[in-house]
């Protein structure tokens, strides 16, 4: 019995710990809990119900609801607490073999001033209340076995005035931890899994200890909307990032704390797409993707390698106004930044970085600087960096090559173009403030520059640059080598009426230094290169301008301190094609196997530079250029011959059949030019030579100018058949008004142009009357009488052939088709009208005859139907009668019906020769072999006012 009894006692106290477990204590601890709660919140807190395993000392709760004003703020479906009791008990610790939360809810808001609803949800303590100091005790050891957060959600709404709120959602969170706490003091395993917004998850997985410090795992970011974050900050922002944006990342992380501070990031991979930056003025910026591949760093090792970095589709926009104000000046609020100005300085171990690759592709930039009207537009870019090390300030990169498509620079002025860009540097370095560049490259862009405010316009294409072994070292710089190889050059100067060549150039330089504001080279080579020079004729204004530009030059150069010591310059094989359109006759000619040498060129020397020329010219012509100069100041001394000899003058028939319709048989040219120059005083010899020059056939050419030729030769050549012309030219180089162009081209002007190629002109300065009259010889229409106005003429003529002996004059008669017909029907139907007058008595006399002789006419219109057309209406629509306007048409049409032979017209002009025979021979007694008449010719110009005969001049 006494058994029975003990099993019952047991069991009634095995019930009634297990019916206040299970009953009593979640029926009490419910309301009292809430109690606690609300008591200490300013919401309203309820809970759905409370479960308590007083066994397996397990306890949830379930259904937690805090609200207010009906809006939850925070929410619980479950929390569940398991206790091991034996293991705590057993190993002296606190043990949880589980804790869960399932579906937890928090709604966060951001008010206006920047508080946050969870900040008001405790209740404020009562001020006079003074907490109670607590005794210290000893850390108790815990475990949690496993730990679980169960599809928990956040809210996060930020309310912004004068806009819509700003909202985000973190969802499906999931976290499960094992074996977190301090007992053990394991690497923790715990894996996180979340949705942010609809698209963006995060996933964490890894293991950590809390003492001391230990985690490491590996994150994966995927589809992050950047958009959805910034709009947090979207008062600090004055811009908008495209909605296509996204981010992907994924690393794996370990972070230690045992002794110091450790932390490793490995193969992490960033990859952005579609960015695009908007402001007010447009897009900013952009570009399709960014990616880092293969990211490892160690701290603090300092140490980061990157497999690679690629950037693709950048486009920048970049404005600068008129106030010098940029585009992206005000993308952040500045008044929203604090304005905290200090400056934390750090000793740091330097970062020793290696960049396997980089790349950039497919990109544009734009720049408008508004304040200098200055443009700059690049297309297509590509750069590639490989084998980048960058250790503190040292820098060392295997290979760089930049490729850029199109490159466009404007300002008001002038305008470059660049096509084709690509440029090469391999084993470079940057290192204790030495630059080294072991070979740098250029390969065979394009450039078009226009100078508009000068007038000039330079084209290179094909452009090879290779420079060897390049340092610089505090402001010094050194070169090795550089090699120019076969580019093309033109240069066009349209003030200066310049144009330059150049082609097939291979330059080659040796041991460059610029240090101290001095350049030295050793010395130089050009090996067979091609130049073709055109001087064009410059008038005045021009050499003006220019020796103003020139002075201005000078006293520039005079107050600078920059040296040059040039070793010499060797030419070989070089060959031009040389044409000075400012000597008396344009001298054009090809110039080969030209050799030489300029002597070293040393600013600091008072040795003058010598240089010494000479080639080929033709099959052969012989050139030959000596002479000294002083490098420093031309001006102070200039000494230099140049010859031409042997020239063959048939050589120049394309130009003569061009420009005067002749070809050349044969003639040689010798040229002797001495310029001298000391103190600025010039000192000139010009000898030109022509011998035995002889004229051929006729060439046809639009462009040719008839000249009489062999007027022009017979009155310049000796009786040996030599033009021998000396030009002296002496002057002050210093003086803007001399120029040695206008003085040569002024004296031949004298000498050939006006007596050849403007005789009417020089003829009539001589004799002092108009240069028009002597070009023709007026008639009027349908006469051969002399106007008076054209005697004049045909007097100043007879006194040109009486003092000009060996001149003739040719005169061209002519009639014209349409004028002088008209004019001789008129005066015969006049006559017509004149001998039926005076068969009329009364009325009309004009009009009957007219009328009468029309009728006689076959083919006519009716006359009554005809004097309709001429029945017309005043402003007061009564009716009249045009009788002028219809008696002039019957005179017209009768003149039109009248016959005129090109027999009788040809008769008018040779009248009309003989009224000029008449005139010139008879009355002014000139000599017959002087007055040429042509063929009579015929114009059918209606516009032409007099008929003209015209005049031309030739030898007699």
Known sequence: ??????????????????????????????????????????QTATIEKIEFNPFLLKASLKGLKIEDKGITTLSLDEATIDFAMLKSLDEKHINFKNFLLVNPYINIIQYEDESLNLQKILKQKDENSKEKPTEESSSIAFQ????????????????????????????????????????????????????????????????????????????????????????????????????????????????????????????????????????????????????????????????????????????THIKKDKKENFNFNNLINSKELSNSNEETKTTTKPWNIDLNEFALTNSNLSFKDDSNSFNTELKNIALILKKLNIKGEDITLKELALKVKKTDLTDSSNNINVKNIDLNASENSFIDSVVL??????????????????????????????INKLANSNGNTKIEKVEFLDPYLFLKDENNKTDILAKNIDVLVNKIEHKDNT?????????????????????????ITEKKEEKAKNEEKSNNNFHFDVGPLKIKEMRMTFQDKNLPIPFRTNITKLNGEFS??????????????????????????????????????????????????????????????????????????????????????????????KLGKNVKSPDAVNLPLEFAIAL???????????????????????????????????????????????????????????????FEYGKSDIIVSEKEALDTIAKILEKKPKLAINIEPIYNT???????????????????MKKVSKGDEYKIVLERLYNTLKEKKDIEELKKEFTKEDKDKKSYFDNEAYVAYLKDFLASKEEVTEDELV?????????????????????????????????NNEKEKWTQFKITLSTR
């Open 1 to 42: 019995m006494k058994n029975n009894r003990l099993l019952i006692t047991l069991l009634s106290l095995v019930l009634i710990y297990a019916i206040l477990g299970f009953v009593a204590i979640p029926k009490i601890l419910k309301p009292k809990l809430e109690n606690i709660i609300n008591e200490n919140i300013n």
């Open 144 to 315: 949690f076995s496993k730990t679980v957060i169960k599809n928990a959600k956040i809210e996060f709404t930020k309310l912004i005035k004068n806009n819509k709120p700003y909202k985000l959602q973190v969802d499906k969170f999931n976290y499960t931890f094992y074996d977190m706490g301090t007992f053990r003091n394991n690497l923790a395993s715990h894996s996180l899994h979340m949705i942010i917004n609809k698209n963006t998850k995060l996933a964490i997985k890894g293991g950590l200890r809390l003492s001391p410090f230990e985690m490491y795992g590996n994150v994966n970011l995927t589809d992050l909307k950047p958009t959805e974050l910034i709009g947090y900050k979207q008062d600090l922002l004055n811009f908008n990032l495209d909605k296509k944006a996204t981010i992907n990342l994924d690393f794996g992380y370990q972070v230690n704390t045992a002794k110091s501070l450790k932390i490793e990031v490995n193969h992490a991979n960033l990859k952005i797409n579609n960015i695009a930056l908007d402001e007010k003025s447009g897009r900013l910026f952009s570009f399709e993707s960014f990616s880092i591949n293969n990211l490892d760093l160690k701290y603090p090792e300092n140490q980061l390698n990157i497999e690679a970095i690629s950037l693709n589709g950048v486009n």
């Open 437 to 466: 560049i072991n070979k740098l490259s250029l390969n065979k862009p394009d450039l078009l520059l226009v100078d508009n405010k000068n007038n000039r316009k330079i084209d290179a294409k094909d452009i090879k640059v290779v």
């Open 519 to 543: 350049l030295s080279i050793a010395n130089s080579t050009v090996n067979k290169p091609y130049f073709a020079i055109t001087l064009g004729k410059q008038n005045s204004k021009n050499v």
């Open 600 to 693: 070293r060129l040393n600013s600091s020397s008072s040795k003058p530079t010598e240089l010494s020329l000479e080639g080929e010219v033709d099959k052969y012509g012989y050139t030959k250029i000596t002479g000294t100069l002083d490098v420093n100041d031309i001006k102070l001394l200039t000494d230099t011959n140049i010859i031409f000899k042997n020239i063959a003058i048939k050589n120049f028939t394309p130009y003569s059949g061009k420009f005067v319709g002749r070809e050349i048989d044969s003639g040689k040219l010798n040229l002797n030019l001495k310029y001298n120059i000391k103190k600025s005083n010039l000192d000139a010899q010009n000898s030109v030579i022509i011998s035995d020059i």
């Open 716 to 778: 310049l050549e000796d009786s040996n058949g030599v033009i021998d012309i000396d030009l002296p030219i002496k002057g002050n180089v210093d003086d803007p008004q001399f120029s040695v162009a206008p003085i040569v081209w002024k004296a031949f002007t004298n000498l050939i142009i006006k007596a050849v190629t403007a005789p009417f002109s020089l003829l009539a300065s001589l004799f002092g009357v108009d240069e028009e009259k002597l070009k023709g010889i007026d």
């Open 818 to 836: 349409i004028n002088d017909k008209k004019a001789l029907q008129n005066r015969k139907i006049e006559l017509k009208i004149e001998n039926e």
């Open 907 to 939: 008769s008018l002009s040779k009248i009309r020769v003989e009224e000029i025979k008449n005139y010139l021979l008879n009355i002014k007694k000139i000599p017959k072999e002087s007055l040429n008449f042509k063929e009579i010719s015929t114009s």
